[in-house]
């Protein structure tokens, strides 16, 4: 796995392109006028995207019909030394379709306890917690 990061800009914008030529563009965040996420929000969108695949794709194994999904990731970080790490996150799924909340919390303890990688990378350093709500109600 590779990745190529470009500046684009005379500032601190980048564009960040894995080999098959998909992108994201990277920039500080704390400027005005930013086109981009901040790397920090990167890794918050990693662990929906990751932890979202396998939601889906264990639900969908198990002939969930999924109509909805949208999830959030909250992220509390803390100070060390210079650096701001992470100390916890947060990620609360929204699943909407005929969908046993049963299978759909099981499928994100599974995606957090055995899939995610970008979850597992964290983990030591990282408590990641996560709620489920299927259709409106908590699951």
Known sequence: ????????????LFEATNSQGNSILLDNTTQPGAKGVSPMESVLMAVAGCSGIDVVSILKKQRQ???GFKA??????IPVADAK????MKVTFF???N???KKALKAA????????????????NVEIGYEV???????
């Open 1 to 12: 796995m590779k990745i190529t990061l470009n500046r684009i800009n005379d500032d601190f």
């Open 65 to 67: 019909e999924i109509t």
């Open 72 to 77: 959030e990731v909250e992220g509390e970080r």
């Open 85 to 88: 790490p992470f100390k916890s």
């Open 95 to 97: 699943l909407e379709g």
């Open 99 to 101: 969908i046993d909340p």
């Open 109 to 124: 303890e599974l995606s957090f306890e055995k899939y995610c990688s970008v979850s597992k990378t964290l983990e030591p």
């Open 133 to 139: 709500y299927v259709n409106g109600e908590k699951a």
